[in-house]
């Protein structure tokens, strides 16, 4: 059965970092178009970042492009996202999500991936 566990998220002051990490299970991740999806109070689902299968391509939504950064730990079978430079408009829940998309259909940015974690809490405030 396939599985996601998202692990990494806390609450920060504005301009700070964090870095959340996604261990899949049941799966080779590498194998699978990846992303981080999140939803904010009172907001719509945004991808924020996706990865294509074998971690060539990545592709940022235009809020967090140049702050945030997407990667995968082939070896470890883990997908990373690195955030820099914090606001408080980030704060939302961050779900790790795969699929096995086309190269171009993973990098739409379109939240409708099969594969879902429970989530994990990124709070932004002073």
């Known amino acids: 059965q396939a599985q996601l566990l998202e692990s990494g998220g806390e609450s920060v002051q504005p301009g700070g970092s964090l870095r959340l990490s996604c261990a899949p299970s049941?799966?080779?991740?590498?194998?699978?178009?990846m992303g981080w999806v999140r939803q904010g109070p009172m907001k719509e689902r945004e991808v924020v970042a996706v990865i294509s299968a074998g971690g060539g391509s990545v592709r940022y939504a235009e809020s967090v492009r140049g702050r945030f950064f997407i990667s995968r730990d082939k070896p470890k079978n883990t997908l990373s996202l690195q955030m820099d430079n914090l606001k408080s408009e980030d704060t939302a829940m961050y779900y790790c999500?795969?699929?096995?998309?086309?190269?171009?259909?993973?990098?739409?940015?379109?939240?409708?991936?099969?594969?879902w974690g429970q989530g994990t809490q990124v709070t932004v405030s002073s």
């Open positions: 049941g799966f080779n991740g590498s194998l699978y178009c």
């Open positions: 999500v795969a699929g096995q998309r086309s190269w171009g259909r993973c990098l739409d940015l379109t939240p409708d991936f099969p594969y």
